[in-house]
């Protein structure tokens, strides 16, 4: 039911795509998606392979978190929580899994934007080297935030949008204290939760969209990560 193993990459070729080291069925440990992602970007040329944020500044990944989190406002604009994901061709349609000729899907919809942030937020933690979460924790382990208790300055948060505005908040005090982190990821996942979106499933599938991307030669300004 898996496919085989991709054949061993040419070593004079680019930098090889790392593979996932576990089953779709396996639960990941945030730690384990933070070293996914390191691997990712710079096997991509997103992230330098030295480390650290280069030229680019805490700033710089808040405002990209945040256009992360309103892109996921526009896809509930355009298509409210439907998984609007086009298959790539008849194959990947029929099995719900990458071609292996064509290549996987590209993921589109609220919970894809919202893997997105969570896949920035973590490689933020990773590159300014602070903790967004325990390591050995798995998103299932991660306990919801209560905007009524954490927020009490906020109204009653209602709609789609007010959640985004909360998320967006939750991120941005990252920038005044990086022990904000585990906070904005628990908002992230209340959020999640709220609609019904599994944040684990998004995640496997934005990466395994990701890692199936062409190496970057040279390209936008500011930091990738593939979102
Ligand atoms: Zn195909």
Redesign the pocket.
Known sequence: MTDPPPAAADQTAEPTTPTPERTPEMAITIGAMTAEIRANNIAKGWRSAEGGPGGNTLGDYIALLETEVSEALEAYRDWKLEDATKP?????AATGRP?P??GPSKPEGVGSELADVLIRLLDTGDVFGFEIFGRDFELGDVADLFPARSDVDLPELVSFGDHMAWLTRRIDFIWTSPTNAPMALRALVTVARRYGIDLEFEYTRKMEYNRARPYRHGGRALVETGA
Do not use: P, R, S, Y
């Open positions: 790539i061709c008849g194959k990947a071609c000729e064509h």
